[in-house]
Nanobody, 128 residues
Framework: VQLVESGGESVQDGGSLRLSCVHS????????IAWFRQAPGKAREEVSA????????YYVHFVEGRFTISSDIAKNAVYLQMNNLKPEDTARYYC??????????????????????WGQGTQVTVSS
């Protein structure tokens, strides 16, 4: 199983970016694929997840209305469209995948301990 993120870069306050996570080694059925982020000196936190082949999408409250998660099954990719970026969105963004969230219950999607597969991350920097 492999997850590879891309799309991170430096942007101005209010700018937009689209992050990509290309995955291989598993089929998306019964999997949740999530985005987490970690800012310097802070704990990693959940951002968004997509589960059950695009049927269910979840967002943490501080990105709702600004970020949109989507998937392209044919391309084995999950995307995170980020609009109206703020300096506090500066972090390294990680893609992660698991089948255990589906087993435990979809409400558990923010629990990073349930994710078995992780990418290396992509850096997003938002300057004011």
């Amino acid at each position: 199983v492999q997850l590879v993120e891309s799309g991170g870069e430096s942007v101005q306050d209010g700018g937009s970016l689209r992050l990509s996570c290309v995955h291989s080694g598993f089929t998306v059925d019964d999997y949740c694929i999530a985005w987490f982020r970690q800012a310097p000196g802070k704990a990693r936190e959940e951002v968004s997840a997509i589960c059950d082949s695009d049927d269910m999408k979840y967002y943490v409250h501080f990105v709702e209305g600004r970020f949109t998660i989507s998937s392209d099954i044919a391309k084995n990719a999950v995307y995170l469209q980020m609009n109206n970026l703020k300096p506090e969105d500066t972090a390294r963004y990680y893609c992660a995948a698991t089948v255990r969230v589906t087993q435990v219950g979809l409400a558990s999607w923010p629990d990073e301990d349930l994710y078995d597969y992780w990418g290396q991350g992509t850096q997003v920097t938002v300057s004011s």
